[in-house]
């Protein structure tokens, strides 16, 4: 089981927005804004999508956004294309010096 | 163009050793820390280990610590895996990443396409 929780799937139709949750603990996604979430489609490499919980990085769609309340953090995704459907994965920083940094165990994306 | 390449993945038999290589271009290498990151065939993602930009703090997942080592050589823009002791479980793709991250792992804004190891009998 991963550190951080994600839900196995969501699916969307095109146009509609969906969320994916990224549930942790205060000793990371709750404690610090230092979430990320990468976008991978299948056989390809992650990317990169969202930074300190709410940040895009240049060229990344503002149909992605971000945001987080207490112990979990959330990628949105407006407006949902075909192309968006891939797997999602959360990251967060943790102050247990074991562990260093947190992964989600992904999210899987269908548009229907 | 920003761009991670790793190489020297392959087949190797439990216990056996390996060295991955992950080459940098396009950006100031010596001024970013690095991660590796590997995902096993149809799994999620896992953090493997972070080493700074200077060579100087190293940190390791609990799964490999003790098995596996992180090296850089700046003038050669070059980052390094040293895989020791294999196990079935470490089959994955490997990749190399950049780490925004100045002393522990924070977030990965750019990746290699990975290089893929098999470890079996």
């Known amino acids: 089981q991963s550190a951080l929780i994600q839900p196995a799937s969501v699916s969307g139709s095109p146009g509609q927005s969906i969320t994916i949750s990224c549930t942790g603990t205060?000793?990371?996604?709750?404690?610090?804004?230092?979430v990320s979430w990468y976008q991978q489609h299948p056989g390809k490499v992650p990317k990169l999508i969202i930074y300190?919980?709410?940040n895009r990085p240049s060229g990344v769609s503002n149909r992605f956004s971000g945001s987080k309340s207490g112990n979990t953090a959330s990628l949105t995704i407006s407006g949902l294309q075909a192309e968006d459907e891939a797997d999602y994965y959360c990251?967060?920083?943790?102050?247990?010096?074991?562990?260093?940094?947190?992964f989600g165990g992904g999210t899987r994306l269908t548009v229907l | 163009e920003v761009q991670l390449v790793e190489s020297g993945g392959g087949f190797v038999q439990p216990g056996g050793s390996l060295s991955l290589s992950c080459a940098a271009s396009?950006?100031?290498?010596?001024?970013?820390?690095m991660s590796w990151v590997r995902q096993a065939p149809g799994k999620g993602l896992e953090w493997i280990s972070f080493?700074?930009?200077?060579?100087?703090?190293?940190f390791y997942g609990d799964s490999v610590e003790g098995r596996f080592a992180v090296s850089r050589d700046n003038a050669k823009n070059s980052l390094y895996l040293q895989m020791n002791s294999l196990r079935a479980e470490d089959t994955a793709v490997y990749y190399c990443?950049?780490?925004?991250?100045?002393?522990?792992?924070?977030?990965?804004?750019?990746w290699g396409q990975g290089t893929r190891v098999t470890v079996s009998s």
């Open positions: 990251v967060s920083y943790t102050s247990d010096t074991s562990l260093y940094v947190l």
């Open positions: 300190d919980v709410n």
């Open positions: 990443a950049r780490d925004s991250g100045s002393y522990s792992p924070y977030y990965f804004d750019v």
């Open positions: 205060s000793t990371d996604v709750g404690g610090y804004n230092y």
């Open positions: 080493i700074s930009s200077t060579g100087n703090t190293k």
């Open positions: 396009g950006f100031s290498y010596s001024s970013y820390s």
